[in-house]
């Protein structure tokens, strides 16, 4: 099959386009990480690679267009080989503050809940994000994004055939960051709607944060769901905390942990909690490029 | 093993050169593709991403090398998670019009037949392209072209224990550009020969091409299949049409489509054809960075 | 769940850095191969391509910290379609001269044998440097290197469930470089220690190299293998040979190779030789970018 004949045009005379920009992005992490009784070894080495290629270019009428791939990699444990992950390929089109995505999104709602603890992150917020260790966001491959000014819109879907959905709405004021969201997700054998409300405020040196779920299934089954966090920098260190609750399996999960930056995208963090009983913690460095 | 000593040490000698050149290149598309009757949903998203990295030198007596790799990823339906293809490397070096390609290289009859219609292709070429739905340009891992002035030659074969290969000739004059081929593939549990004839030629604002395929199979059955396209571009519009018949089934497609170019390499298109009976469409952008 | 709230601010803060880069390199090759009754063909193509994403940066305070991938591929024989190998990650963080490393790494006794002949290699290294046909060096996924001036520490090991680890102590004085190392390696179904020794020296446009290995199995059983190299620089063209011997097998295998250094990155190699009893070749070019 030949390349389409217009399609092919459109190349050649756009070829000489200034716009048009490729960059690679980059970062990546690596440490030790502790987790009680676990049966391969409670500590174990890790790290993460997480480059990018993303292309974008804008028309003179300004529209802004373009593609990225991620090239992602991490090691668990002693596992030496370490194969690629999916390029995760994504494709958008935004004008006017619009913007539709079609390919390896995240769904609407997927901002929605705390940070982590620890340089790559001990699992403490997924406990209350989750119903009984099941994430309930659902997938997407198409997302259209509605922004004006401190304010925006998303709306999700998984495709065609698939019957996930979300939308969220976000906005700010006063330091005050707000988001409120709604998603179906077919998982845990049946169809989960899950409303999210989301708040962080920053004050001087602090930043507070918390999030409501809650998970309703179709089959029966409900679970109030709820986090908060806190972070205090002094100069280049800061200290956070972090707090989930699962309703659905009264589980709950808490961590402490600090991060240090050494500055140039270089910095040092570590963290210590437990997640339902079992104490986890991890401590490494991370990069940015 | 350690890496060969006097490699290494070409290496070290060659570190400063200033031809060297590694640069990314980049396309991608997505839309809504239409298949009437199909299984898993007439409609569904589609997006594709085409990555390259091209490393590329010059020596001082005029000899250009280079290497490649594709990083591509393309969505069907309503998949969210897209695996990475085939990396399909491919190193050439070329002097004096002769330029010798070793890879995961299309074989010497590839640019022969038609473009297709739509923003990504609905298959129209294929049909006449095609034997019963199978190609039958074979593979090939390496391949010689030599060109002069407006002509070019090209063979290629499927390396050692595969019995692929094909011939091409191509030129051009006075607006007219044509192309002979001749290959043998072993496709259709038998080794089939096709013979390849491709014109096309342009007028002002309108271009025309077609294609004539005579595959030959070696246990019996002959077909002669051919195809036309033409297309009309009025400033930033294009509008163009293709026709093409298989005789081995006595199948044919047609359709007609339409793409507008919004300038650096962004541009909206889509197509609506007749495939052996169905109806197919897409529409969608787009883009080269 | 949401990325880990203190990188992110971390990444916000870095974002200006002038000190971080993300580069590509590359290098490929491409020839024909043969070896003495191989059952697929005697004679087969191959080409190589690895191109690799590396990041670093700099702090103020000067600590030098990096992430890369690999994206290599290779087609051996008339295999057409290639698939991309492991990204190979590797995250490193150094500072005064002690450099940690992890990820996918070679063992500290990596660098440790001699080089191989012709354009990518016919194996005449391996036969000594491995026990009937087996690599003793291990794996690692993290490795501490010290550099001082001329000499250098490293060691290496397999995270930790793997018993595998190495050391070795490199350095180099009026001309000659000179390398010592022991590792634990699980392979042949019990645990080997091997014992390394490594010299060379260059005078002039001569370079000879030499290693020898001591290998000890814990269920009995050790070897002592060893091999030389030497070569020879006039101009641009670069003559060189190789031995190595397997005691375990009482293998050994021999041969001479050229290299014709083309300038910018270029150069045409082959060679000839024995191993063990059968005759192996290979002609091609080698390029980096």
Known sequence: MKKILFATTALVVTAGAAAADITLSGSANMGVKYQEGRAAGETFLYNELDFGINASSTTDSGIEFGASIDLDASMTDDTATQDPGSFDPEVYISSGGLTLTVGTVDPATDPFGIGDIGFDG????????????????????????????????????????????????????????????????AVLG?????????????????????FYLHADAAGGGEADNYGFEAAYTAGDLTVN?????????????????????????????????????????????????
């Open 241 to 289: 905390f972090a707090y989930s609750y699962d309703d659905s399996t009264d589980a709950d999960a808490y961590g402490v942990g600090a991060s240090y930056n050494l500055g140039s995208g270089l910095a040092v963090a570590g963290g210590v909690g437990d997640v339902d009983g079992t104490t986890v913690a991890d401590f490494g460095v991370t990069m940015s490029f």
């Open 190 to 210: 049946t169809t989960v709607d899950a409303t999210w409300l989301d708040l962080s405020y920053g004050f001087g040196d602090v930043t507070v944060g918390a």
């Open 122 to 185: 001990i699992g403490i917020d997924d406990v209350g994000e989750k119903i009984g260790g099941t994430g309930v966001k659902g997938n997407a491959n198409v997302i259209v994004e509605y922004t004006m000014g401190d304010y925006s819109f998303a709306a999700s879907a998984d495709g065609n055939s698939g019957d996930d959905w979300a939308i969220a709405f976000m906005g700010s004021f006063s330091g005050l960051d707000f988001g409120i969201g709604y998603n179906e997700a």
